[in-house]
């Protein structure tokens, strides 16, 4: 099978070939048709997340098919059935974090794209019992973004509670997502962008922003919450600042640069700051199964898998309204 293959951090993707990979009992054998490309992705390249498997093939929003199963009578799935691969590769079940619901938290959790396997490439193998069905309702290239900038996305949203002004500080693959969720149940959501970043803004303002401006200004109301999706540790205070007191400040990405130091006084007031780590699949069931009911668009920007190099440094350079996906299939049509 034709994969890209990371040999070592900060250097190209490398289009090559590999044996297709054979299930072991509890897995599947997926043959990829779709893979979003995930700020995480350029977080391994370049060598900020520091323990990659290596060689790796890249890419965790995975859709393709089920080609063959390593147990057929325990799977949940059938073959030619259309499933997603998420983040989240395998826990121990086991743990206090896995016995309590926490299972993103799992001391011995394996991620796919990086521990694993991902899906840059023709075929993929996933543990069954971490894969999801795909909505019928969701194209392949358009699945592809709700299995991280949605799920991650959804769960980071979830801890806002009940707060009606929401900012969302970056505004990419999972903001704009997250942000037909706000609308859907009634609240206000305020975009945040890079400074000259128009394009980005009129982006957020037709999805439903009631207000869209640079991360430098501030927003015309205190906000009841805010998400961090760009990995730029300086928006920490400046959120901070921003939203009312007893409000909430939420880190949603899994990397972010050094954090300055900043008085307490804007913490004060019984504000809240927290970090959301990985996903787990209860959050999986549920956005899966509210997307459609929305009906989530996901706006996606398609590259064919030899391609992967060029839609990263796009990724890189704030040049992919929406997400960026592999048509990895070359029968997809975009």
């Not at 050094?258 to 007031?269: D, E, H, K, N, V």
């Not at 899966?288 to 391609?307: G, W």
């Not at 992967?308 to 592999?326: F, K, P």
């Amino acid at each position: 099978m034709r994969a890209m293959l990371l040999d070592a951090p900060k250097s190209p993707l490398r289009l090559g070939e590999l044996p297709i990979p054979k299930p072991n009992r509890g897995q599947l054998l997926i043959r990829v048709r779709a893979c979003g490309i995930c700020r995480t992705d350029l977080h391994i390249v370049d060598g900020e997340l520091t323990h990659p498997k290596l060689p790796l093939v890249l890419g965790h929003q995975i859709v393709g098919t089920v080609a063959e199963i390593g147990n057929k009578s325990e799977s949940r799935f059938n073959l030619g059935d259309r499933v997603g691969i998420p983040w989240l590769g395998h826990t121990c079940q086991h743990c206090r974090y896995c016995l309590s619901g926490k299972e993103n938290l799992c001391d011995t959790v394996q991620f796919t794209g990086y521990d694993l396997n991902g899906g840059y490439a023709e075929y993929a193998v996933a543990d069954d019992r971490f894969c999801f069905p795909i909505p019928e309702a969701y194209p392949d290239l358009q699945a592809a973004p709700l299995l991280c900038a949605g799920l991650i996305g959804y769960r980071s949203y979830k801890m806002t509670g009940d707060a009606q002004k929401i900012g969302f500080y970056g505004f990419g693959a999972a903001a704009h997502i997250l942000i037909q969720v706000a609308c859907y149940q009634g609240k206000e959501v305020y975009a945040f962008t890079r400074a000259g970043d128009d394009r980005g803004q009129e982006f957020a303002r037709a999805l439903g922003a009631v207000w869209a401006g640079s991360s430098q200004e501030s927003p015309p109301e205190p906000l009841d919450a805010a998400i961090i999706f760009a990995p730029v540790g300086s928006l920490i205070p400046t959120a901070l600042q921003a939203v009312a007191k007893g409000g909430t400040v939420v880190c949603a990405g899994i990397h972010m640069s050094q954090i300055p130091a900043f008085a307490y006084s804007i913490l004060w007031s019984e504000r809240v700051l927290r970090s959301v780590a990985n996903l787990t699949r209860q959050d999986g069931v549920e956005f899966l199964s509210l997307a459609p009911q929305i009906p989530i668009k996901t706006e996606v920007e398609v590259f064919p898998l030899d391609k992967a190099n060029e839609a990263l440094t796009a990724l890189r350079e704030g040049r992919i309204n929406g997400s960026a996906v592999l048509a990895i299939d070359p029968e997809l049509n975009y």
